[in-house]
Nanobody, 115 residues
């Protein structure tokens, strides 16, 4: 069974940094694009970062300049480096990939930024 497991979340203060991980089992992430989403209370889950199978990256405006997504193919893991965090970044962070037309989501990882 394909699984994506996020880790690295937690609570921190404004301006801090976190690195989230998305590690896969039974699927090779390097051959697939991996996306990051965030869900905040009362809002729909929103996309904000992607790394394509070829390595190209794209970000939502809210993430540009502060977030970086990158891969470690040996560890079958995609990372999300988040810097200069703001209270508005608080939420549950999910990674997602698609393989053979099926979508796979992680269970989510809570990030809480307090002022």
């Amino acid at each position: 069974q394909v699984q994506l497991v996020e880790s690295g979340g937690g609570s921190l203060q404004v301006g801090g940094s976190l690195r989230l991980s998305c590690t896969a089992s039974r699927i090779v992430l390097s051959t697939n694009g991996v996306m990051w989403y965030r869900q905040t209370p009362g809002k729909e889950r929103e996309w904000f970062a992607v790394v394509a199978s070829g390595g190209a990256r794209n970000y939502a405006d809210s993430a540009k300049g502060r977030f970086t997504v990158f891969r470690n193919n040996e560890k079958n893991t995609v990372y999300l480096e988040m810097n200069n965090l703001e209270p508005e970044d608080t939420g549950i962070y999910y990674c997602k990939t698609t393989n053979r037309k099926r979508k796979y989501w992680g269970r989510g990882n809570q990030v809480t930024v307090s002022s």
